[in-house]
């Protein structure tokens, strides 16, 4: 996390979807730069079979075109980049990545919003939060799986309190497209989506150890997990072919 570059952040085109190349020491100028602007803005944690649900579904590319940040954390991902384009591209691990945002926001005393998790897990993210990062300000919470009445109240409620960023996790209903949906009702601000971040932050899961990720062999854990996951394997050769067939044939 500590890699310099003199390279501006930018943002190319990986098989027709947007990723964003973003240095571990750039994080903080765009954050910021974010917070400056008056309108809302959702960041995406793109994995290898995210990029191949953007390329597939209309409502999914959507959401990741018009994110703000599109941050990769499949290591095929940078690959292609390379492979494609010749630049380097950076590559977070999801944890990582929302604990760098979270020191960012403290930092100047920005705001967060919990949103996600079931009640005893997010209470105890929330008492983690609050002692790892006694200055960021946490302004609300509320549960996941909640009921579809109960939407109107939770939108305004977020609303209201005007976060710097929402971080929302399992147990919404429609996962990122929640957000998506409520795009301008939400407000102002960034927008997170982790599906498992709140388990992690309460130590009820643990996250994939560094070698691992750094290796590109996270997926096996998560495979193992759900046996059906290895059925990817299949998903995987095509994003290949179809990196050759646009080295060789897309200008």
Excluded at 27 to 52: C, M, P, T
Excluded at 145 to 156: H, N
Aim: hydrophobic residues 40%; charged residues 25%.
């Amino acid at each position: 996390m500590g890699i310099e570059t003199n390279e501006k952040p930018q943002r190319v085109s990986l098989l027709k979807v947007p990723v964003d190349i973003v240095a571990p020491d750039q994080l903080s100028d765009v954050v910021y730069d974010l917070l400056k602007q008056d309108k809302e803005h959702n960041i995406v944690l793109l994995s290898l079979w995210d990029l191949l649900r953007a390329r597939r579904s209309g409502e999914y590319r959507t959401y990741v075109t018009r994110a703000s940040m599109v941050i990769p954390i499949s290591k095929s991902l940078i690959g292609g980049i390379k492979f494609l384009t010749g630049k380097k591209a950076f590559r977070y691990m999801p944890f990582d990545f929302i604990i760098s945002m979270l020191t960012i926001l403290e930092n100047r005393e920005f705001s967060c919003y919990l949103l996600g998790g079931r009640r005893k897990v997010l209470l105890k993210t929330e008492q983690n939060l609050r002692q790892t990062f006694p200055r960021l300000r946490i302004v609300g919470r509320f549960p996941g799986y909640f009921k579809k009445y109960e939407e109107p109240t939770i939108i305004k409620a977020i609303k209201k309190s005007s976060p710097s960023l929402l971080l929302a996790g399992r147990g919404i209903r429609g996962k990122e497209r929640w957000i998506s949906k409520n795009n301008i009702t939400l407000g102002n601000g960034m927008r997170l989506w982790c599906s498992d971040i709140f388990d992690v932050f309460a130590e009820r899961k643990r996250h994939p150890s560094r070698a691992a990720f750094n290796s590109g062999l996270e997926w096996i854990g998560y495979c193992f997990q759900n046996p059906f996951k290895f059925l990817r394997i299949f998903p995987f050769i095509g994003y290949n072919f179809l990196l050759l067939f646009y080295k060789l044939f897309v200008k």
